[in-house]
DNA sequence: TGTAATTGAATTGTACACAATCTAATTTGG
DNA sequence: CCAAATTAGATTGTGTACAATTCAATTACA
Protein backbone atom coordinates (compact mmCIF):
# COMPACT_ATOMS: atom_id res chain seq x y z
CA UNK A 1 0.00 0.00 0.00
CA UNK A 2 2.89 2.42 -0.60
CA UNK A 3 1.85 5.80 -1.57
CA UNK A 4 4.45 8.69 -2.77
CA UNK A 5 4.28 10.16 0.44
CA UNK A 6 6.00 6.92 2.43
CA UNK A 7 8.76 8.92 2.63
CA UNK A 8 7.54 11.81 4.27
CA UNK A 9 6.21 9.22 7.01
CA UNK A 10 7.77 10.30 10.52
CA UNK A 11 8.54 6.03 11.11
CA UNK A 12 10.52 5.86 7.93
CA UNK A 13 12.98 8.60 8.71
CA UNK A 14 16.38 8.15 9.70
CA UNK A 15 17.27 11.53 10.86
CA UNK A 16 13.85 11.57 13.36
CA UNK A 17 15.76 8.23 14.66
CA UNK A 18 18.91 9.91 15.49
CA UNK A 19 17.51 12.95 16.87
CA UNK A 20 15.15 11.72 18.90
CA UNK A 21 17.24 9.00 20.12
CA UNK A 22 20.04 11.34 21.21
CA UNK A 23 17.56 13.67 23.47
CA UNK A 24 16.47 10.37 24.89
CA UNK A 25 20.10 9.15 25.75
CA UNK A 26 20.80 12.73 26.90
CA UNK A 27 17.71 12.86 29.25
CA UNK A 28 19.30 9.12 30.94
CA UNK A 29 22.22 11.37 31.82
CA UNK A 30 20.53 14.28 33.68
CA UNK A 31 20.21 12.52 37.11
CA UNK A 32 24.17 11.27 37.31
CA UNK A 33 25.06 15.04 35.88
CA UNK A 34 22.32 16.89 38.41
CA UNK A 35 24.51 15.29 41.03
CA UNK A 36 27.92 16.92 39.77
CA UNK A 37 25.77 20.42 39.05
CA UNK A 38 26.14 20.10 35.39
CA UNK A 39 24.36 20.14 32.70
CA UNK A 40 24.71 17.56 29.21
CA UNK A 41 26.47 20.15 26.81
CA UNK A 42 28.41 20.90 29.90
CA UNK A 43 29.70 17.66 30.97
CA UNK A 44 31.23 17.15 27.45
CA UNK A 45 33.43 20.80 27.81
CA UNK A 46 34.12 19.15 30.61
CA UNK A 47 35.52 16.12 29.09
CA UNK A 48 37.13 17.49 26.64
CA UNK A 49 38.82 20.33 29.54
CA UNK A 50 39.80 16.97 31.57
CA UNK A 51 41.39 15.37 28.67
CA UNK A 52 43.30 18.69 27.04
CA UNK A 53 43.43 20.96 30.15
CA UNK A 54 44.23 23.92 27.54
CA UNK A 55 42.73 25.03 24.69
CA UNK A 56 40.83 27.99 23.00
CA UNK A 57 37.32 28.32 21.97
CA UNK A 58 37.70 27.39 18.74
CA UNK A 59 39.49 24.17 19.02
CA UNK A 60 37.14 23.32 21.96
CA UNK A 61 34.02 23.85 19.38
CA UNK A 62 35.52 21.57 17.07
CA UNK A 63 35.70 18.80 19.76
CA UNK A 64 32.11 19.86 20.43
CA UNK A 65 30.35 20.79 16.62
CA UNK A 66 29.72 23.88 18.42
CA UNK A 67 30.43 27.32 17.71
CA UNK A 68 30.73 30.54 19.74
CA UNK A 69 27.57 31.35 20.17
CA UNK A 70 26.55 28.24 22.21
CA UNK A 71 30.25 28.17 23.92
CA UNK A 72 31.04 31.79 24.79
CA UNK A 73 27.94 31.46 27.77
CA UNK A 74 28.43 28.02 28.50
CA UNK A 75 31.99 28.78 29.06
CA UNK A 76 31.12 31.34 31.06
CA UNK A 77 28.57 29.42 33.30
CA UNK A 78 31.73 27.03 33.85
CA UNK A 79 33.81 29.64 35.09
CA UNK A 80 30.92 30.83 37.54
CA UNK A 81 31.22 27.74 38.71
CA UNK A 82 34.56 27.64 38.79
CA UNK A 83 35.70 24.76 37.08
CA UNK A 84 37.46 26.73 34.55
CA UNK A 85 39.51 30.22 33.96
CA UNK A 86 38.94 32.26 30.88
CA UNK A 87 42.12 34.31 29.59
CA UNK A 88 43.32 36.19 26.51
CA UNK A 89 46.39 34.89 25.32
CA UNK A 90 49.26 37.24 25.00
CA UNK A 91 50.58 36.27 21.93
CA UNK A 92 47.49 36.52 20.31
CA UNK A 93 44.85 38.31 21.84
CA UNK A 94 42.16 37.24 19.18
CA UNK A 95 41.97 34.10 21.29
CA UNK A 96 40.47 32.95 24.43
CA UNK A 97 42.66 30.41 26.46
CA UNK A 98 39.97 28.24 28.34
CA UNK A 99 42.16 26.16 31.15
CA UNK A 100 40.39 24.12 33.47
CA UNK A 101 41.02 24.67 37.31
CA UNK A 102 41.78 22.83 40.11
CA UNK A 103 38.36 22.38 40.90
CA UNK A 104 37.61 21.37 37.76
CA UNK A 105 39.87 18.09 37.79
CA UNK A 106 38.27 17.21 41.04
CA UNK A 107 35.46 17.24 39.41
CA UNK A 108 36.90 14.68 37.09
CA UNK A 109 37.13 11.78 39.76
CA UNK A 110 33.02 12.61 40.99
CA UNK A 111 32.37 12.20 37.11
CA UNK A 112 34.26 9.24 36.92
CA UNK A 113 31.53 6.28 37.33
CA UNK A 114 28.81 8.16 34.89
CA UNK A 115 29.63 6.38 32.14
CA UNK A 116 29.25 2.89 34.00
CA UNK A 117 25.99 4.12 35.31
CA UNK A 118 24.80 5.07 31.84
CA UNK A 119 25.92 1.71 30.45
CA UNK A 120 23.63 0.38 33.23
CA UNK A 121 21.25 2.22 32.00
CA UNK A 122 21.04 2.09 28.34
CA UNK A 123 20.90 -1.67 27.38
CA UNK A 124 22.72 -2.20 24.16
CA UNK A 125 24.60 -5.04 24.07
CA UNK A 126 28.69 -4.25 23.23
CA UNK A 127 28.11 -5.79 19.90
CA UNK A 128 25.73 -3.87 18.78
CA UNK A 129 27.36 -0.54 20.55
CA UNK A 130 30.51 -1.48 18.48
CA UNK A 131 28.45 -1.58 15.87
CA UNK A 132 26.35 1.26 16.32
CA UNK A 133 29.81 3.14 16.72
CA UNK A 134 31.07 2.01 13.54
CA UNK A 135 27.87 3.76 11.37
CA UNK A 136 27.64 6.77 12.92
CA UNK A 137 31.46 7.47 12.77
CA UNK A 138 30.69 6.98 9.44
CA UNK A 139 28.46 9.59 9.55
CA UNK A 140 30.02 12.12 11.07
CA UNK A 141 33.45 11.31 9.01
CA UNK A 142 31.64 13.11 5.77
CA UNK A 143 30.82 16.26 8.06
CA UNK B 1 48.05 2.97 28.12
CA UNK B 2 44.49 2.85 29.40
CA UNK B 3 44.22 5.04 32.54
CA UNK B 4 41.00 5.18 34.65
CA UNK B 5 39.34 8.15 33.05
CA UNK B 6 39.64 6.30 29.64
CA UNK B 7 35.66 6.32 29.73
CA UNK B 8 35.51 9.56 30.16
CA UNK B 9 37.12 10.66 27.03
CA UNK B 10 34.79 12.16 24.53
CA UNK B 11 36.17 10.01 21.49
CA UNK B 12 34.41 6.89 23.12
CA UNK B 13 30.84 8.35 24.67
CA UNK B 14 28.69 6.67 22.18
CA UNK B 15 26.34 9.24 23.35
CA UNK B 16 28.32 11.89 21.93
CA UNK B 17 28.06 10.58 18.74
CA UNK B 18 24.69 10.13 18.65
CA UNK B 19 24.11 13.79 19.95
CA UNK B 20 26.85 15.16 17.44
CA UNK B 21 25.39 12.86 13.97
CA UNK B 22 21.68 14.29 15.24
CA UNK B 23 23.06 17.60 15.29
CA UNK B 24 24.93 17.38 12.07
CA UNK B 25 22.40 15.77 10.08
CA UNK B 26 19.40 17.78 11.11
CA UNK B 27 21.57 20.54 10.11
CA UNK B 28 21.83 19.89 6.48
CA UNK B 29 17.70 19.60 6.35
CA UNK B 30 18.30 23.52 6.49
CA UNK B 31 18.53 24.22 3.09
CA UNK B 32 15.78 22.29 2.13
CA UNK B 33 13.38 23.50 5.21
CA UNK B 34 14.11 26.75 4.61
CA UNK B 35 12.38 26.62 0.46
CA UNK B 36 9.14 25.74 2.17
CA UNK B 37 9.73 28.31 5.37
CA UNK B 38 9.61 25.90 7.97
CA UNK B 39 12.37 24.50 11.03
CA UNK B 40 13.23 21.15 11.29
CA UNK B 41 11.25 20.78 14.32
CA UNK B 42 8.29 22.30 12.84
CA UNK B 43 8.88 19.80 9.74
CA UNK B 44 8.69 16.77 12.09
CA UNK B 45 5.23 17.56 13.22
CA UNK B 46 4.10 18.48 10.09
CA UNK B 47 5.01 14.97 8.76
CA UNK B 48 2.77 13.93 12.07
CA UNK B 49 -0.05 16.08 10.50
CA UNK B 50 0.35 15.17 7.17
CA UNK B 51 -0.10 11.95 8.08
CA UNK B 52 -2.91 11.79 10.82
CA UNK B 53 -4.75 15.41 9.79
CA UNK B 54 -6.80 15.79 13.58
CA UNK B 55 -4.43 15.51 17.13
CA UNK B 56 -4.47 16.57 20.14
CA UNK B 57 -0.99 18.10 21.76
CA UNK B 58 -0.33 14.83 23.50
CA UNK B 59 -0.62 12.88 20.95
CA UNK B 60 1.24 14.53 18.69
CA UNK B 61 3.85 14.83 21.86
CA UNK B 62 4.18 11.21 22.07
CA UNK B 63 4.84 10.84 18.06
CA UNK B 64 7.61 13.47 18.66
CA UNK B 65 9.13 12.86 21.91
CA UNK B 66 8.03 16.66 22.96
CA UNK B 67 5.88 18.09 25.40
CA UNK B 68 3.29 20.99 25.78
CA UNK B 69 6.59 23.20 26.70
CA UNK B 70 8.06 22.83 23.00
CA UNK B 71 4.86 22.02 21.27
CA UNK B 72 2.46 25.19 22.49
CA UNK B 73 4.89 27.80 21.11
CA UNK B 74 5.99 25.70 17.87
CA UNK B 75 1.64 24.75 16.93
CA UNK B 76 0.85 28.76 17.72
CA UNK B 77 3.88 29.37 15.26
CA UNK B 78 2.68 26.88 12.63
CA UNK B 79 -0.78 28.57 13.07
CA UNK B 80 0.65 31.85 12.52
CA UNK B 81 2.24 29.94 9.57
CA UNK B 82 -1.44 28.98 7.85
CA UNK B 83 -0.89 25.33 8.26
CA UNK B 84 -2.37 24.13 11.36
CA UNK B 85 -5.67 25.16 12.85
CA UNK B 86 -6.05 25.25 17.13
CA UNK B 87 -9.34 24.57 18.99
CA UNK B 88 -10.20 23.57 22.03
CA UNK B 89 -12.46 19.91 22.15
CA UNK B 90 -15.86 20.19 22.60
CA UNK B 91 -16.21 17.22 24.40
CA UNK B 92 -13.37 17.55 26.54
CA UNK B 93 -12.32 21.43 26.73
CA UNK B 94 -8.63 20.03 28.25
CA UNK B 95 -7.87 18.62 24.91
CA UNK B 96 -6.72 21.18 21.99
CA UNK B 97 -7.53 19.58 18.15
CA UNK B 98 -4.80 20.22 15.96
CA UNK B 99 -5.94 20.18 12.16
CA UNK B 100 -3.76 20.62 9.36
CA UNK B 101 -5.13 23.20 7.20
CA UNK B 102 -5.76 22.83 3.33
CA UNK B 103 -2.91 25.45 3.07
CA UNK B 104 -1.11 22.91 5.34
CA UNK B 105 -1.60 19.96 3.09
CA UNK B 106 -0.61 21.77 -0.06
CA UNK B 107 2.70 21.98 1.54
CA UNK B 108 3.00 18.54 1.46
CA UNK B 109 3.91 18.23 -2.34
CA UNK B 110 6.07 21.01 -1.90
CA UNK B 111 8.02 18.70 0.55
CA UNK B 112 7.95 15.76 -1.15
CA UNK B 113 11.26 15.48 -2.80
CA UNK B 114 13.41 16.95 0.48
CA UNK B 115 13.73 13.05 2.01
CA UNK B 116 15.40 12.49 -1.52
CA UNK B 117 17.71 15.14 -1.45
CA UNK B 118 18.40 14.47 2.13
CA UNK B 119 19.46 11.07 1.04
CA UNK B 120 21.35 12.48 -1.44
CA UNK B 121 23.17 14.98 0.69
CA UNK B 122 24.08 11.58 3.28
CA UNK B 123 26.48 8.62 1.48
CA UNK B 124 25.41 6.42 3.46
CA UNK B 125 24.50 3.15 1.76
CA UNK B 126 20.90 1.41 2.08
CA UNK B 127 22.88 -1.87 4.35
CA UNK B 128 24.24 0.46 6.27
CA UNK B 129 21.23 2.58 6.53
CA UNK B 130 19.32 -0.64 7.46
CA UNK B 131 21.12 -1.53 10.47
CA UNK B 132 21.67 1.64 11.75
CA UNK B 133 17.83 2.07 11.68
CA UNK B 134 17.36 -0.89 13.48
CA UNK B 135 19.77 0.11 16.27
CA UNK B 136 18.18 2.77 16.61
CA UNK B 137 15.12 1.40 16.87
CA UNK B 138 16.19 -0.84 19.36
CA UNK B 139 17.92 1.76 21.91
CA UNK B 140 14.70 3.80 21.29
CA UNK B 141 12.20 0.82 22.46
CA UNK B 142 12.98 0.48 25.60
CA UNK B 143 12.46 4.45 26.74
C1' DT C 1 54.09 49.75 4.61
C1' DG C 2 49.51 50.45 4.73
C1' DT C 3 45.17 48.68 3.45
C1' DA C 4 42.39 44.68 2.57
C1' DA C 5 41.27 40.18 3.92
C1' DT C 6 41.03 36.91 7.45
C1' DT C 7 40.45 35.18 11.97
C1' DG C 8 38.56 34.32 16.81
C1' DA C 9 35.12 35.62 20.06
C1' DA C 10 31.27 37.99 21.39
C1' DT C 11 26.69 39.55 20.54
C1' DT C 12 21.96 39.48 18.74
C1' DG C 13 17.88 37.27 17.50
C1' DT C 14 15.09 33.22 16.79
C1' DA C 15 13.78 28.68 17.97
C1' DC C 16 13.84 24.82 20.43
C1' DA C 17 14.01 21.49 24.80
C1' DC C 18 12.58 20.42 29.16
C1' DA C 19 11.80 20.69 34.27
C1' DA C 20 8.67 22.70 37.28
C1' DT C 21 4.63 24.97 38.22
C1' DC C 22 -0.02 26.48 37.36
C1' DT C 23 -4.84 26.35 35.90
C1' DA C 24 -8.95 24.62 34.36
C1' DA C 25 -11.58 20.54 33.11
C1' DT C 26 -12.75 15.95 34.02
C1' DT C 27 -12.79 11.68 36.59
C1' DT C 28 -12.82 8.91 40.77
C1' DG C 29 -14.06 7.15 45.03
C1' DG C 30 -16.01 7.65 49.51
C1' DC D 1 -22.88 13.99 45.02
C1' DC D 2 -18.80 16.26 46.10
C1' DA D 3 -14.00 16.71 47.47
C1' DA D 4 -9.64 14.74 45.99
C1' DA D 5 -6.93 13.06 42.41
C1' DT D 6 -5.85 13.10 37.70
C1' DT D 7 -5.26 14.97 33.22
C1' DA D 8 -4.19 18.32 29.26
C1' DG D 9 -2.22 22.23 28.03
C1' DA D 10 -0.06 26.69 29.04
C1' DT D 11 3.44 29.27 31.35
C1' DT D 12 7.93 30.32 33.39
C1' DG D 13 12.72 29.95 33.71
C1' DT D 14 17.14 28.09 32.33
C1' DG D 15 20.11 26.44 28.97
C1' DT D 16 21.35 25.27 24.69
C1' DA D 17 21.89 25.68 19.21
C1' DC D 18 22.95 28.29 15.41
C1' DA D 19 22.73 31.94 11.70
C1' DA D 20 24.15 36.47 11.08
C1' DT D 21 26.51 40.36 12.43
C1' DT D 22 30.01 42.97 14.80
C1' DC D 23 34.48 44.04 16.54
C1' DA D 24 39.16 43.86 17.49
C1' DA D 25 43.50 41.62 16.41
C1' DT D 26 46.45 39.68 13.13
C1' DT D 27 48.04 38.41 8.58
C1' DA D 28 48.63 38.92 3.60
C1' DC D 29 49.98 41.21 -0.19
C1' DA D 30 50.03 44.87 -3.65
Redesign the interface.
Known amino acids: MAD ?2 D ?4 E ?15 KR ?1 KPFLDEIDLT ?1 TQY ?1 AM ?2 M ?2 KETLNVKELGE ?3 LDSGTLTPLLKTLEKKGFVSRERSKEDERNLVVKVTDKGMKL ?1 DK ?2 D ?3 K ?1 AGC ?3 DPK ?2 K ?3 T ?6 G ?2
Open positions: KYALKLNQLCFLLYACAKEVVYYIMVWDYLFRAIIPTMIKIDAELYLLHKILEF
